[in-house]
């Protein structure tokens, strides 16, 4: 089953404003967990890591302040696109690293379903 | 250079046969090794993962890892058309890198 969620799946908005979405972990925390955009057929494009409990790391040439992201428990990290434009309609994917509790080695991605950003 | 790499394809097999996708990366530390599958319009998702040299199977998928090389491939056994999707190789070294992907094509 599906061990990282997000939410909405799917959202259309209009130009300037805010949109939200979520990804959680499910049955496991997650002290980091990443988010990536994708345009279509292209590749993924990794825009920043959430670090619960202190700042984000972002990609070079990802806007900070425009791609705003709380990691607000060990379950739950929120990207927040602001005054979102029509270049800013794309696939958003949330993924957590769950470990198996042996090593770091054993550190496993599992990825959220995706949220499908449309702009208008 | 880049961190991980994979050609783009599109690879274009026949069903039955098999399909062998390959990933070279330039992290002489990374410990850890995946395979993700993507369909068009969906996120990726794990189909295997390999931490020591030699080869893993699963069903239809064998991953196989030369650390001496830095070098991983997949091959897809008895290939379906259900197949074919975009392949994404990623390694776990300093940090969690995914390659370009490569877009598989099972023709019936």
């Known amino acids: 089953g599906a061990v990282v969620s997000q939410h909405p799946s799917w959202v259309i908005c209009k130009s300037g404003t805010s949109v939200k979405i979520e990804c959680r972990s499910l049955?496991?925390?997650?002290?980091?967990m990443f988010w990536y955009r994708q345009f279509p057929k292209q590749s993924l494009m990794l825009m920043a890591t959430?670090?619960?409990?202190?700042?984000?790391?972002?990609e070079q040439g990802v806007e900070k302040d425009k791609f705003l992201i709380n990691h607000a428990s060990l379950t739950l990290s929120t990207l927040t696109v602001t005054s979102a434009h029509p270049e800013d309609s794309s696939f958003y994917i949330c993924?957590?690293?769950?470990?198996?509790?042996?090593?770091?080695?054993?550190?496993?991605?599992?990825f959220g379903p995706g949220t499908r950003l449309t702009v208008l | 250079q880049k961190e991980v790499e994979q050609n783009s394809g599109p690879l274009s097999v026949p069903e039955g046969a098999i399909a062998s996708l390959n990933c070279t990366y330039s992290?002489?530390?990374?410990?850890?090794f995946f395979w993700y599958r993507q369909y068009s319009g969906k996120s990726p998702e794990l189909i295997m993962f390999?931490?020591?040299?030699g080869d893993k199977e699963d069903g239809r998928f064998t991953a196989q890892l030369n650390k001496a090389s830095q070098y991983v491939s997949l091959l897809i056994r008895d290939s379906q058309p259900s197949d074919s999707a975009t392949y994404l190789c990623?390694?776990?070294?300093?940090?969690?890198?995914f390659g370009p992907g490569t877009r598989l094509s099972v023709l019936p």
């Open positions: 993924s957590a690293p769950r470990t198996s509790g042996r090593s770091l080695v054993t550190d496993t991605q599992y």
């Open positions: 049955d496991f925390q997650a002290t980091t």
């Open positions: 959430s670090n619960e409990g202190s700042k984000a790391t972002y």
């Open positions: 992290d002489r530390g990374s410990q850890s």
């Open positions: 390999i931490y020591s040299n």
């Open positions: 990623a390694v776990h070294g300093q940090n969690f890198v």
